[in-house]
């Protein structure tokens, strides 16, 4: 089981704004940069964001990182079809000595 | 083009072993730390393993500590991960990734995966 939760699920209408929340400790999140994946359905995952709140060309601004102590969060702004994903984060964390990713959360696009 | 292609994946018994390869291309891939994830049937991503550029530190996961070595040769751009003593619990998909802040993540570049099913 990891160390950094996330919620197993999150929802919304096309056009609406998601956030997803990912929960670690002083070890990985309070003391390491956050970054965030999407994985869509039978392919590889893919970087969103990095250091917390950056975004790697190519990637809408719609999604947006942000990070506050020990929790983190990905937002999914003006929500597309296209978004339906699981989205995981991930960080160092300095007791494991290794990079830890959240538990995961399925993006559904009603 | 950035590319990563794994190879090597398969059936294996428990106790076996395996050695998956990841060819780069693309990139300098000898200025790169680069990693092994692993994801388990309908799961969750699991990181594995890192190395550094010259493969001079290298990181594990508790749950594969003495039974994996992650390596590198940076004549050939490439990165293995070798596997002994394997259990049904290694049966996943992994991936390799480049990462592009160091042992930190920043996983930007992604391999397609190869299988690895730990089987009797």
């Known amino acids: 089981q990891s160390v950094v939760t996330q919620p197993p699920s999150a929802s919304g209408t096309p056009g609406q704004r998601v956030t997803i929340s990912c929960s670690g400790s002083s070890s990985n999140i309070g003391s390491n940069t956050v970054n965030w994946y999407q994985q869509l359905p039978g392919t590889a995952p893919k970087l969103l964001i990095y250091?917390?709140?950056q975004r790697p060309s190519g990637v809408p601004d719609r999604f947006s990182g942000s990070k506050s102590g020990t929790s983190a969060s990905l937002a999914i702004s003006g929500l597309q079809s296209e978004d339906e994903a699981d989205y995981y984060c991930?960080?160092?964390?300095?007791?494991?000595?290794?990079?830890?990713f959240g538990t995961g959360t399925k993006v559904t696009v009603l | 083009e950035e590319q990563l292609v794994e190879s090597g994946g398969g059936l294996v018994q428990p106790g076996g072993s395996l050695r998956l390869s990841c060819a780069a291309s693309?990139?300098?891939?000898?200025?790169?730390?680069m990693s092994w994830v692993r994801q388990a049937p309908g799961k969750g991503l699991e990181w594995v393993a890192n190395v550094k550029e010259d493969g001079s530190e290298k990181f594990y996961v508790d749950s594969v500590k003495g039974r994996f070595t992650i390596s590198r040769d940076n004549t050939k751009n490439s990165l293995y991960l070798q596997m002994n003593s394997l259990r049904a619990e290694d049966t996943a998909v992994y991936y390799c990734?480049?990462?592009?802040?160091?042992?930190?993540?920043?996983?930007?570049?992604w391999g397609q995966g190869t299988l690895v099913t730990v089987s009797s």
């Open positions: 693309g990139f300098t891939f000898g200025s790169y730390w």
């Open positions: 991930a960080a160092w964390d300095d007791s494991l000595n290794g990079y830890v």
């Open positions: 990734a480049r990462a592009s802040s160091g042992r930190y993540g920043r996983d930007d570049c």
């Open positions: 250091r917390n709140n």
